[in-house]
């Protein structure tokens, strides 16, 4: 068993599309239009063939009490792996991300948590093992 894909409850599609391509350079794997909406995954550069990331409308009833309180807590709604932390956090900073929580070190992992624009909080690490 593998991970396929795992998804994110995101308010814009559209938005998101634009937020994690040209922002934190993911790359469209599927956009198919359907209806008002797509099915929208992501993939890392490079890895075209791994994990996908799916973008889903967040139109669910359950989804904007759930994710209210994930943001009232300050609790990323996922993580991404990033070579170096704080390399990561200046040059998000330098294109307008707003971060929530500066890079900290929690032993051998280092992260930082930002708002992707569309109603998470992502995190992002490093792991220095």
């Known amino acids: 068993m593998k991970i396929y894909i795992s998804s994110?409850?995101?308010t814009d599609q559209n938005k998101a599309r634009?937020?994690?391509t040209e922002i934190l350079g993911f790359v469209?794997?599927?956009?198919?239009?359907?209806?008002?909406?797509?099915?929208?995954?992501?993939v890392s550069p490079g890895n075209e063939d791994g994990p996908e990331l799916g973008l889903e409308?967040?139109?669910h009833p359950a989804v904007k009490p759930f994710r209210d309180a994930l943001m009232e807590d300050?609790?990323?709604a996922t993580s991404f792996a990033v070579e170096d932390v704080y390399a990561e956090y200046e040059r998000l900073l330098a294109?307008?991300?707003?971060?929530?929580?500066?890079?900290?070190e929690m032993g051998p992992v280092?992260?930082?948590t930002f708002d992707d624009t569309c109603?998470?909080?992502?995190?992002i690490s490093s792991y220095a093992g």
């Not at 794997?29 to 008002?36: A, R, S």
């Not at 294109?95 to 900290?104: C, D, E, I, R, S």
């Not at 109603?119 to 995190?123: A, K, P, R």
């Open 110 to 112: 280092t992260v930082a």
């Open 28 to 42: 469209v794997k599927h956009d198919i239009p359907l209806g008002e909406h797509s099915w929208l995954t992501l």
């Open 95 to 104: 294109l307008g991300v707003v971060f929530t929580q500066k890079p900290t």
């Open 74 to 76: 300050g609790i990323p």
């Open 18 to 20: 634009d937020f994690y």
């Open 119 to 123: 109603g998470n909080l992502i995190q």
């Open 8 to 10: 994110l409850m995101v």
């Open 57 to 59: 409308p967040a139109e």
